[in-house]
């Protein structure tokens, strides 16, 4: 891409880059990328949910292990999502503003999520809280409390893959507003709530929201630790993910209708929580 130089009106220089060549052939090469990498994938699963027609899709959604398993995926998704607002703002403000030995480590822990498979992070939190071998698992049964094979454990395993989303969305906008307005509050008497309730959370309240949507989307469609950690069993632990995996596995029309239309829906959710948030996100010249 060649640059020229230009001089405007008032005898200022700026530089205007000319189109390259590799233009048009670098955007074609994107759209069939995009295209075979994701578009069409999602364009087969919507064709083979509604080839047999409206009536069996509707049929079955209408299951009721199907009802079930999206009941305990949203239950699942919402308090992971709530767990990770919650600890997310903390860890972020706390890699941000705070000085401590071992940040760097904190900072590299946050992103182990992204970079260990679903399926260990499950075996892990199996090993921890198994009510037979773990290490905490028998302690909390005679409690009262079961964690493996049932909700805790899945919401645990969720909000674990999904925790970076977070992170990694607020840190960079504390980074970019710096601490002075803070500063200034503080100074004015303003309590360490009142700062964040007044200052803070205000200017990172985009972040929050699209590193929440990207949460949620995550958490919705989590298969590897949930497996591991829930056992799938119908009307008790099994949420759409695995769903999708049993009857997709069976025999029958009935089946696979039932595992495309658990899958369409899931993607349809994603796409459109992403699609709002991106609707709803002011520009960089607004903010």
Same mark, same amino acid.
């Given at each position: 891409m060649a640059d020229t130089t230009a001089t405007t009106r008032g005898g200022r220089t700026r530089t205007v880059r000319?189109?390259?060549?590799?233009?048009?052939?670098?955007?074609?090469?994107?759209?069939?990328?995009?295209?075979? !990498?994701?578009?069409?994938? *999602?364009?087969?699963?919507?064709?083979?949910?509604?080839?047999?027609?409206? #009536?069996?899709?509707?049929? %079955? !959604? @209408?299951?009721?292990?199907?009802? /079930?398993?999206?009941?305990?995926?949203? %239950?699942?998704?919402?308090?992971?999502?709530?767990?990770?607002?919650?600890?997310?703002? #903390?860890?972020? !403000?706390? $890699? *941000?503003?705070?000085?401590?030995? @071992?940040?760097? %480590?904190?900072?590299?822990?946050?992103?182990?999520?992204?970079?260990?498979?679903?399926?260990?992070? @499950?075996?892990?939190?199996? $090993?921890?809280?198994?009510?037979?071998?773990?290490?905490? #698992?028998?302690?909390?049964?005679? $409690?009262?409390?079961?964690?493996?094979?049932?909700?805790? #454990? =899945?919401? =645990?395993?969720?909000? /674990?893959?999904? $925790?970076?989303?977070v992170i990694r969305e607020v840190v960079p906008v504390l980074h970019e507003i710096g601490t002075d307005q803070e500063q200034a509050a503080s100074s004015l008497g303003a309590s360490a709530w009142q700062t964040f309730g007044r200052i803070t959370l205000p200017a990172i309240r985009w972040a929050l929201v699209y590193g929440v949507v990207l949460s949620l989307a995550r958490s919705l469609g989590e298969y590897g630790a949930v497996k591991v950690v829930s056992g799938g069993v119908a009307l008790r632990t099994q949420t759409a993910t695995l769903l999708v995996e049993e009857r997709y596995s069976q025999f029958g029309a009935d089946a696979t209708t039932a595992a495309y239309a658990a899958a369409f829906v899931l993607a349809l959710l994603a796409v459109v929580a992403l699609v709002v948030v991106s609707v709803l996100r002011p520009s960089d010249h607004d903010r």
């Open positions: 000319q189109p390259s060549r590799l233009r048009w052939p670098l955007r074609i090469a994107v759209i069939v990328y995009l295209g075979l !990498l994701v578009v069409w994938p *999602v364009a087969i699963v919507a064709f083979k949910t509604f080839e047999r027609g409206l #009536g069996p899709v509707l049929e %079955a !959604l @209408g299951q009721p292990e199907v009802v /079930f398993a999206f009941e305990l995926t949203v %239950a699942n998704a919402f308090w992971a999502v709530v767990i990770n607002t919650v600890f997310g703002v #903390g860890i972020s !403000l706390l $890699l *941000v503003r705070y000085e401590f030995p @071992g940040r760097r %480590a904190l900072s590299a822990l946050v992103d182990l999520p992204l970079s260990v498979s679903p399926v260990v992070v @499950g075996l892990a939190l199996l $090993l921890v809280y198994s009510g037979r071998t773990g290490w905490f #698992g028998p302690t909390l049964e005679r $409690l009262g409390l079961q964690v493996i094979y049932a909700q805790p #454990g =899945m919401i =645990m395993a969720t909000a /674990f893959v999904s $925790l970076p989303l």
